[in-house]
Nanobody, 126 residues
């Protein structure tokens, strides 16, 4: 069983930065692919970024060039560095994990993930 706990959310002004963390416990290892999703009030869950078991990253079009996903396997922690934040980035951010079928497999469909954190609120004021 894997438990995920996000932290680092908060209230910032447009143009500022935040770094989210997702601490994994349980039987977490580098064999897991991980991702970040967000859900704004009244909207569907949106893909933000993912990282394969081998460390290859991908991000959604709305955050490309501003957000960076990374992982520290030694610390069992996933990160999301968010720069140049905009009011439209306001949402609850969730991390997710799935045991990868193979190391280069990319996971973007939220239905493919088996484990989810409780979410952390990010609010960007204009």
């Amino acid at each position: 069983q894997v438990q995920l706990v996000e932290s680092g959310g908060g209230l910032v002004q447009a143009g500022e930065s935040l770094r989210l963390s997702c601490a994994a416990s349980g039987s977490m290892s580098s064999a897991y692919a991980m991702g970040w999703y967000r859900q704004a009030l009244g909207k569907e869950r949106e893909f933000v970024a993912s990282i394969t078991s081998s460390g290859v990253t991908n991000s959604g079009d709305s955050v490309k060039g501003r957000f960076t996903i990374s992982r520290d396997n030694a610390k069992n922690t996933l990160y999301l560095q968010m720069n140049s934040l905009k009011p439209e980035d306001t949402a609850v951010y969730y991390c997710a994990a799935v045991r990868a079928k193979y190391r280069s497999r990319r996971y973007e469909d939220p239905d493919e993930y088996d484990y989810w954190g409780q979410g952390t609120q990010v609010t960007v004021s204009s």
